[in-house]
């Protein structure tokens, strides 16, 4: 079995780092961090140029039709660069559904706008700060029109669309739950910025009150659709979270290069060292994790919800470890607002919390491993 990719994307990859070391630079990160600005619009829409909003998405619907694998080396350098961009949201998360359950009409009238990256969506479930359930779901969608709340909506101030899951009927559990497709700039539709530890990923609460929204999928499908979505999501944020992780590790061992003390280089001693050699061994063992998601991805697996938790699970703690490490390595200048620190401290904990705890996707783990062991 092999996990590694073509030579063709590793191509990919080599080109998108280059790409982006050029026009997303730390500085260009800042300037979202710092102004008024919710996202990098020019680098939006480079990337829409680029064709990476299309890169997964069937050529029949105005995209490239290459797949997950393509994905996945585009949203690691995405990552490494923590490009301030919506394209988690939309590509991972909105485009993602409309592709699972959408109708022929549906995709194409949405796809093909993604795809050329004109159209910004994003995924509404939560209902603030719970893990996510049928239990958890109160916003309700009855005859074509949404009434309730979701916070926090990852980039939900920029959104156009959202894919939002609601309550469709009176059935308890997962029964009555749907997906609905929602003009986020259509009447009875309110948002608020919400603050968080990442100014560079826009977040907002969205109020629907009697909103127009067209039902995505079939009934009683919604909770399930949601679910692989999620798995799939849980997948490319693991590559995004790798890369920030390894461009943490890279920020560090050069600073322990060039940092002198007591006459030495800071790197040659062991506590540092054995510091950063932890940070490797965690980074590894996300990666590996995150190519076994990959690989389920792209042959539709049955092992796929298990191998995304595991993707997700160890993604989470090696970018954490590794963002926090760095600073601790870079010292008292390491907290400092001038150090560049920060940027992957501030994203590997905005990632952490994204699409659910990693507290949440361990029981998941620990669910499907159960419920395979006892087949």
């Not at 039709?65 to 961009?85: D, M």
């Not at 390894?246 to 322990?256: E, N």
């Not at 062991?270 to 996300?286: C, T």
């Not at 600073?327 to 659910?356: P, S």
Request: charged share 25%.
């Amino acid at each position: 079995m092999n996990f590694d990719f073509s030579d063709d994307q590793k191509l990919l990859k080599d080109q998108a780092q280059k790409f982006l070391a050029e026009h997303c630079p730390p500085k260009a990160v800042r300037r979202i961090l710092d102004g008024e600005d919710t996202y990098d619009r020019a680098l939006w829409k480079r990337i829409g140029e680029m064709g990476w909003t299309a890169t997964a998405i069937p050529e029949e619907y105005g995209g490239l039709g290459l797949g997950p694998l393509e994905l996945c080396v585009i949203a690691e350098e995405l990552g490494r660069a923590v490009a301030p961009v919506p394209f988690s949201s939309t590509v991972y998360l909105a485009a993602e559904a409309i592709m699972l359950a959408g109708s022929g009409e549906q995709k194409k009238k949405y796809l093909s706008k993604i795809a050329s990256g004109e159209l910004i969506g994003t995924l509404a479930a939560a209902e603030g700060p719970q893990p996510l359930s049928p239990r958890a779901i109160h916003a309700t969608l009855k005859g074509g029109k949404l009434d309730g709340t979701k916070t926090p909506v990852i980039d939900g101030e920029i959104a156009d669309i959202a894919i939002v899951v609601a309550r469709t009927s009176d059935e308890p559990g997962e029964r009555g739950i749907g997906l609905a497709i929602v003009d986020l700039k259509g009447a009875g539709v309110s948002r608020k910025a919400v603050k968080t530890l990442d100014p560079t990923r826009n977040h907002a609460a969205i109020t629907f009150k009697g909103a127009a929204a067209e039902a995505l999928g079939a009934p009683g499908t919604g909770y399930a659709n949601l679910m692989r979505v999620l798995d799939r999501a849980a997948v490319f944020m693991a590559f995004e979270q790798v890369g920030g992780a390894d461009a943490s590790l890279a920020m560090a061992r050069q600073y322990a290069i060039e940092r002198y003390a007591f006459g030495r280089q800071i790197g040659s001693f062991q506590a540092i060292k054995h510091k950063l050699a932890d940070v490797y061994v965690n980074n590894q063992i996300a990666r590996s994790n995150a190519y076994f998601g990959a690989w389920a991805l792209s042959t539709n697996a049955p092992e796929t919800p298990e191998a995304a938790a595991g993707a997700r699970v160890s993604a989470c703690e090696a970018y954490h470890v590794a963002a926090k490490e760095n600073i601790q390595t870079h010292g008292g200048m390491g907290f400092t607002w001038e150090l560049d620190c920060q940027l992957h401290y501030r994203r590997a904990k905005l990632l952490g919390l994204a699409i659910g705890a990693p507290r949440v996707w361990k029981e998941k783990l620990v669910a499907h491993l159960e419920k395979k062991n006892a087949a």
